[in-house]
């Protein structure tokens, strides 16, 4: 993902960026969470694209997959005719952190204004132009070429507001898997998510944690 980044969408746009943001140079890295996301420094001019290894994880999986942006993106915008799929939701990663730097450059990124219309314009455009459908074809050719399989198959999404109707706000719920597991307590219930009070050793921490993850205990 940050070589397909790096080659198919920041190549074709580096001397664009600099024209507005001199010296500007795009940095991609692996992060050990989940947590994927852009970042600027204007005192270096650096891009820093962090794409997290459990959240590649998560898209591998029909069940982990429900509760990300980029799911519902595709479903809603149409992105990839609509198909979610691994190799699908993978690429559109990437174009979506792509759309956040391009966002960044043009000055429409603000604070509490992050996935607006200007985002949204980008992002379409990434898709329109080809770009996303390269990034995907880059990361299917690396993958075959590495021995890893990356699904391409339509997953089966369940309808998260029917999976909601399962869970109270009170309700003692656990999270997460092996080492990653959590438990707490559901204080708010969202439109795809569930906010979560950790409790016992988890207390004081508050997590929001898509409903496909989450179980009764």
Known sequence: ????????????????????SARSELKCRIGS??????????????HLITFGQRMVEAKFSAQSSQGWLSTREIQHKGYFDGDVSTAN?????CCHEFAHLLQSISGQRRYGSVHNAAFYTILDELHESGGAAAVRYFLMERSARSGIELPQATMNLNDVSEQLQA??????????????????????????????????????????VPVSLMSHR
Request: positive net charge; charged residues 25%.
């Open 89 to 93: 939701l993978l690429a559109h990663t």
């Open 1 to 20: 993902m940050c070589n397909a980044t790096e080659a198919i969408l920041w190549g074709p746009a580096r001397e664009w960026v600099r024209q507005r």
């Open 33 to 46: 969470g989940q947590a994927t996301y852009h970042r600027f420094d204007p005192n270096t001019h650096q």
């Open 167 to 208: 869970f109270s706000v009170g309700d003692a719920v656990r999270f997460g898997r092996d080492r990653h597991q959590r438990e707490g307590e559901i204080v708010r219930i969202n439109r795809r998510t569930c906010t979560v009070q950790g409790t016992g050793r988890w207390r004081g921490a508050r997590y929001r």
